[in-house]
């Protein structure tokens, strides 16, 4: 990395808040969860273990980089929100497509229709 | 990027709008207006996603083996390249807030040199997907994945992707105009909310990989 020098600098000084090293903690701890869900996902292809790396990655993301941990609370409450109601879609859609008679499903039309062009 | 016109005057200190009585209270109203923004931009990503967990649920194979097509390294380097950018934005906000302008400098170039490899490796990756045919919809002539639904596949990628890789641009280039504001000299410890509000947009960009990136090359 070019900046390096620049790097070490502002990790030495910790004059106001928490210092730089957290950065770097946060950082090391993604690139190691990158290199397990490469791993998990090539060798034991799993959605539900890939979904949980991912999150876990992204809340890495969210409480540190993005400093949502010294957020105050209505920053917190309008981006939970936010979540909450991308489940609500999920869980409306998953309702309706998992209880569909399998008839309706594309599944069960002749399979001439679904060929590539 | 809502009200965040605070600190767009020349001077060392933020500007203050009419309406606030308060720096603190601008700056508390700013903030809360990225993030109400942010939480839109996750429900506009997450309507892709729900549309790509449709259509896996029905195309399971065809998902499966597509996505076994798609360049692993060139994700994963990605993945990688975005991470440290992640990383080089939240130092040149922590160094700004020390004054260190030079080193808030330094780490907004080199961040904005990570997007524009990031668009470079999707853009080479576009290509070999070009030439092989795995495109959307009725475009797609890709001879080694002839699952019914492998078109669907292309069509999310190139979707989530395409709009992922639009953030890049608009990110990349709010980090520009931040560069350029700080090489001026605009920003210091007691003025430095922009840097803060372009720094999230650009955490956004890497968030929304996080998850796009499993879900396409490594189910």
Not at chain 2, 76 to 82: A, F
Not at chain 2, 159 to 169: D, K, N, Q, Y
Request: aromatic share 14%.
């Amino acid at each position: 990395m070019a900046h390096e020098p620049a790097h070490t600098e502002a990790g030495k000084a910790e004059h106001h808040g928490h210092g730089a090293g957290r950065y770097w903690l946060v950082w090391a701890i993604l690139l190691a969860c990158t290199g397990l869900t490469v791993y998990t996902g090539h060798y034991h292809p799993n959605i539900a273990v890939a979904l949980i790396i991912a999150t876990f990655k992204a809340s890495l993301v969210v409480l540190f980089f993005m400093h949502m941990t010294e957020a105050p609370g209505a920053n917190r409450l309008v981006f939970s929100v936010s979540l909450v109601f991308t489940l609500v879609m999920m869980a409306g859609v998953f309702g309706d497509l998992l209880t569909r008679n399998p008839m309706s499903l594309p599944g069960a039309a002749p399979p001439s229709e679904f060929q590539p062009r | 990027m809502s009200s965040s016109d605070g600190g767009h005057g020349a001077h060392p200190g933020p500007h203050l709008a009419h309406h606030f009585e308060t720096i603190e209270k601008q700056d508390y109203a700013v903030r809360l207006g990225m993030w109400l923004f942010l939480g839109t931009e996750v429900l506009l990503f997450a309507g892709l996603f729900l549309g790509y967990t449709v259509y896996r649920h029905f195309y399971y194979e065809a998902f499966h083996e597509a996505s076994r097509h798609l360049d692993l390294w060139a994700g994963t380097t990605n993945t990688i390249v975005l991470i440290t950018s992640s990383l080089s934005v939240a130092l040149a906000y922590h160094a700004i807030k020390q004054n260190k302008t030079k080193t808030c400098a330094g780490l907004l170039i080199f961040t904005i040199l990570c997007a524009l490899a990031f668009l470079c490796i999707k853009g080479i990756e576009y290509h070999h997907k070009f030439e092989e045919g795995a495109l959307p919809g009725v475009f797609y002539h890709f001879s080694e994945v002839t699952a019914p639904g492998a078109n669907l596949y292309y069509t999310v990628y190139f979707l989530s992707t395409g709009l992922h890789a639009f953030h890049v641009i608009i990110g990349m280039s709010i980090l520009i105009w931040i560069l350029a504001r700080v090489l001026k000299g605009e920003f210091s410890s007691n003025n430095y909310v922009p840097v803060e509000l372009g720094g999230l947009y650009w955490h956004l960009v890497d968030l929304v990989w996080i998850f796009l990136f499993p879900l396409l090359y490594l189910i």
